[in-house]
């Protein structure tokens, strides 16, 4: 479910932008020592285009708006998201 939602973060940001904002991809830093757990993945920031943070989302399903201006497209993008985590896992348990 993480692999699905971390393609679609970026595809659903493109397919709701009114172009008023952009993305941002954080990648993890890669720890010294491999320690058991799981996979590091990376942030997607939302920013208007003065650079101020509006939205952030994880692969693992947290995703947090801050600013009311980008909260429609936040739903939108949300309502994406897992909807496609949601058939990754259903794809999963079929293959059983």
Do not use: W, Y
């Not at 993305?23 to 101020?52: A, S, Y």
């Not at 693992?60 to 708006?65: I, L, R, T, W």
């Amino acid at each position: 479910m993480d692999n699905a939602r971390q393609h679609e973060i970026p595809v659903a940001f493109d397919r709701h932008n009114t172009g008023n904002f952009r993305m941002k991809k954080i990648e993890p830093r890669e720890p010294k020592e491999r320690i058991p757990g799981p996979l590091p993945r990376p942030t997607f920031q939302v920013l208007e285009k003065n650079g101020d943070l509006v939205a952030f989302f994880h692969p693992n399903g947290h995703a947090e708006c801050r600013n009311a201006s980008f909260r429609v497209i936040f739903d939108k993008m949300q309502r994406d998201i897992e909807e496609a985590a949601s058939e990754a896992l259903d794809n999963f348990e079929k293959g059983r």
